[in-house]
């Protein structure tokens, strides 16, 4: 599966970004898709993910209530609609596919073995 992210940029506390994942080259259907975050610095962390065959979502601590991962099944396009932005939420996202992830590895990054190139989100106070 190739993954192209977009979406990224710079844009003040409180204010809100979304975020796309084009995937094409294989079916998606049986996958997690995920998107992860790296700031400067820090270890990669998991944002949210979606199984795409039911549309089951799972988000990290910080980014339920804020953060939607969302998908279109018919332009395979995997979205993270972020709002109400913090400084702290500045680092580079990516998106990411798995097919052999379970439940309960969802945010372990080693078990996704499709990534996007990432795009960065920078929030100014």
């Known amino acids: 599966v190739q993954l192209q992210a977009s979406g990224g940029g710079l844009v003040q506390a409180g204010g809100s970004l979304r975020l796309s994942c084009a995937a094409s080259?294989?079916?998606?259907?049986?996958?997690?898709m995920a998107w992860f975050r790296q700031a400067p610095g820090k270890a990669r962390e998991f944002v949210a993910a979606?199984?795409?065959?039911?549309?089951?979502?799972y988000y990290a601590d910080f980014a339920e209530g804020r953060f939607t991962i969302a998908r279109d099944s018919a332009k395979t396009t995997l979205y993270l609609q972020m709002s109400s932005l913090k400084p702290e939420d500045t680092a580079v996202y990516s998106c990411?596919?798995?097919?052999?992830?379970?439940?309960?590895?969802?945010?372990?990054?080693?078990?996704?073995?499709?990534w996007g190139q990432g795009t960065q989100v920078t929030v100014s106070s």
């Open positions: 990411a596919g798995s097919s052999s992830v379970i439940l309960s590895s969802i945010q372990d990054s080693q078990y996704y073995s499709d």
């Open positions: 979606i199984k795409w065959s039911s549309g089951s979502t």
């Open positions: 080259g294989v079916s998606i259907r049986s996958r997690y």
